[in-house]
């Protein structure tokens, strides 16, 4: 058997370890005699698994203890709405636009109540952020909402801080938590869906402020009431069972390379020989302003557009693959979560070497 790089955005590559353990464990859970996917998410041995994952979680993240973990479904589309209509109270929510995804977001909360447009770069084509000078916030909003790392335009907050918000701060994290530390103090509310960096598809994270529960309308949907999920441990009904358990092991499998702060080293050094690659040819390009550059994903143009089908295929018979870049950017784009080892991206840049002196 041979393991290929991927490069797909999502759902993406896991930690072959992982993916080993999941299949020695598949049959047969810790001598329980069946499959994590065969067991009832009420019995004893479920609620080890799902408590371990949380236990990891909060220590991975440092999570505070005045923060819930939420472990929910639908995606982070499914956020798009679920935050609004939980956090909203009748007021305004502020929704800062750097991307396609922040974008859609934005447009979701319009369609929920009222959302407030406070800059966006997208007459820029989303390559940059907005500096605090082009931001007015509204004090009075009821929360400002960010996409921390836009994953199809490559475009990474690397520093929150920055944008002096006072009010609670909700970040769309899907594409990057997990890669780097961070400061969960600094935000209301974080959200992402697992099939990126944490795990597999159908397992949406949700890691809220408890004093932003109980602010739900009474006619709230009870399965959209961050309050009510919280009191019944995610629970409320059959959670996504198997996506936990996976995302346990990835939790652990982060624990074991030393957790967030060493992934975060290896992530720089990934990005940094990437973004170097691409730099220093005169075939590759990646438009986006080197302050806000992604660490996971990075989009780049080929100068030469018909190169981009040769390019695809070419990359394939070297074992990369879903390089393809979004049909909004074109081009190419590399997402190099937590996963993919620095010898995958090692492997693209001397392909993408290899492929310009033949062909650029
Ligand atoms: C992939 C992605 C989404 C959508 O996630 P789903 O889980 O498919 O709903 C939203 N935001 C960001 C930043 C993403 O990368």
Not at 12 to 24: F, G, I, T, Y
């Amino acid at each position: 058997m041979e393991r290929i790089y991927n490069f797909s955005a999502g759902p993406a590559m896991l930690p072959q370890e992982v993916l080993e353990q999941a299949r020695d464990e598949l049959l047969d859970w810790h001598g329980c005699g069946m499959s994590v996917m065969e067991m009832t998410h009420r019995g004893k041995d479920f609620s080890a698994i799902i408590a371990q994952a949380e236990a990891d979680l909060r220590e991975l993240l440092n999570i505070p203890a005045n923060y819930k973990v939420l472990f929910l479904q639908g995606g982070a589309t499914m956020q798009f709405a679920q935050v609004p209509l939980n956090l909203l109270a009748g007021r305004s929510a502020d929704y800062l636009v750097t991307g396609a995804w922040s974008k859609k977001a934005f447009k979701e909360a319009r369609k929920v109540g009222s959302a407030r447009l406070v800059a966006t770069t997208e007459a820029s084509n989303f390559t940059r952020l907005p500096d605090k000078t082009e931001i007015s916030l509204d004090p009075d909003a009821a929360y400002l909402h960010v996409c921390t790392n836009e994953t199809v335009h490559g475009v990474e907050m690397h520093d929150v801080t920055t944008l002096g918000a006072s009010v609670p701060l909700v970040a769309d994290m899907s594409s990057h938590i997990l890669s780097r530390p961070v400061d969960v103090g600094q935000y209301g509310l974080i959200y992402g869906g697992a099939q990126k960096n944490v795990g597999q598809a159908g397992l949406t994270l949700v890691i809220v402020r408890e004093d932003l529960l109980g602010r739900a309308p009474a006619n709230l949907p009870t399965m959209l009431d961050y309050a009510v999920q919280a009191e019944h441990g995610s629970m409320l009904n059959t959670p996504p069972t198997y996506s936990i358990y996976i995302a346990g092991l990835v939790f652990q499998w982060l624990k074991g390379r030393g957790g967030l702060a060493a992934m975060e080293r290896i992530n720089i050094a990934k990005a940094k020989l990437l973004y170097q690659a691409i730099d220093a040819s005169g075939l590759y390009h990646n438009p986006v302003d080197p302050a806000c550059r992604s660490r996971m994903n990075v989009p780049f143009t080929l100068n030469n557009p018909e190169l981009d089908d040769i390019f695809v295929a070419e990359a394939k018979k070297q074992n990369i693959v879903s390089i393809k870049g979004h049909k909004m950017v074109g081009g190419m784009r590399a997402s190099i979560y937590n996963a993919m080892p620095l010898e995958g991206v090692q492997a693209l840049a001397d392909f993408m070497q290899d492929f310009e002196r033949r062909h650029g």
